[in-house]
């Protein structure tokens, strides 16, 4: 089972920055990409970034520019570098990571969620 740990969510002001970090945990696995969601109030989950294994990345048209996500593959981590942060961009952030178990035939695949971390963003 492979278990996702996000940290790094606070209170910032309008302009500011924060850095949020996953990190994937368990045995036998391997990951294929991995992203940032948010869910504002009242809202649908969205995607942020995502990048794969290969380092490509994707960001949503509102945080681009302002977010940069990179990844440290020996250590199964992503961070989001978040800048120039607005009120529009609270929310609870969560981490997604997509992969297959590397101890089993066939492979079986898996999606999992980190448990959020919320970011609050004053104006």
């Known amino acids: 089972q492979v278990q996702l740990v996000e940290s790094g969510g606070g209170l910032v002001q309008a302009g500011g920055s924060l850095t949020l970090s996953c990190s994937a945990s368990?045995?036998?696995?391997?990951?294929?990409?991995m992203g940032w969601y948010r869910q504002a109030l009242g809202k649908e989950r969205e995607m942020v970034a995502t990048?794969?294994?290969?380092?490509?990345?994707n960001y949503a048209d509102s945080v681009k520019g302002r977010f940069t996500i990179s990844r440290d593959n020996a250590e199964n981590t992503v961070y989001l570098q978040m800048n120039s942060l607005k009120p529009e961009d609270t929310a609870v952030y969560y981490c997604?990571?997509?992969?297959?178990?590397?101890?089993?035939?066939?492979?079986?695949?898996?999606?999992?969620w980190g448990q959020g971390t919320l970011v609050t963003v004053s104006s």
């Open positions: 997604h990571a997509s992969g297959h178990t590397t101890n089993t035939v066939p492979y079986r695949y898996f999606e999992n």
């Open positions: 368990g045995s036998d696995f391997a990951i294929l990409a």
């Open positions: 990048i794969t294994t290969g380092g490509s990345t």
